[in-house]
């Protein structure tokens, strides 16, 4: 029981926060965020729609080749832009035995311990994908941030940590959404030019 479930708060923990146009601050616009934890103290996610001109094997060694297209470094957010996040998805059951290295967050997605050698992971792993910085919540806010009307919640697919066009990746999530959230991911870029 996490201190969410006890105050009848709902965790968000694996699920996905999706920018509505409505919000424009530029770390944000258009983001797609993985939150990787959700509780009474707070959230935090990594924006999985920001690639970088970094490559991975460019900073860290041995996992550019474990890595998916594109092989850069992902924006995970505005905080602590110094350290790195891996996320990967293990394939397998929950419950069967974890590879070491590995987290499980939610479902089939996990935080890879980046300490770890690289080819220990090596076989375990499917998409991986490593981010720098993350995006965090004090406690409440991302509450009151979803009914202000800033960001949808939907539900996270595995691909969507490997998506091979991070740049589509807004859109694609809101078209498989049933309902008028499916109607968004044809909004313009720009509603003045329409």
Do not use: K
Request: charged share 20%.
């Amino acid at each position: 029981m996490t201190a969410a479930h006890s105050h009848g708060g709902r965790s968000h923990t694996g699920r996905l926060l999706v920018a509505t146009p409505v919000l424009t601050d530029p770390n944000f616009a258009r983001a797609v965020v993985l939150l990787l934890d959700h509780d009474a103290e707070g959230a935090l996610g990594v924006v999985l729609n920001r690639p970088t001109p970094v490559e991975v094997g460019s900073v860290l060694d041995g996992w550019g080749v474990l890595v998916g297209l594109p092989a850069v470094v992902f924006q995970g957010g505005p905080v602590a832009l110094d350290s790195a996040l891996g996320l990967a998805v293990a394939p397998g059951e929950p419950g069967t035995g974890e590879p070491l290295g590995w987290r499980r967050v939610h479902g089939a997605i996990g935080l890879v311990d980046l300490e770890a050698p690289p080819e220990v992971l090596a076989g375990e792993l499917g998409a991986l994908r490593i981010f720098a910085g993350y995006a965090g919540w004090a406690p409440g806010q991302l509450e009151s941030e979803i009914s202000s009307g800033a960001w949808y919640l939907v539900e996270c697919e595995p691909g969507d940590i490997s998506s091979p066009e991070p740049e589509r990746l807004w859109r694609a999530v809101l078209r498989r959404q049933r309902g008028p959230l499916a109607l968004l991911a044809t909004y313009p870029d720009d509603p003045a030019l329409n």
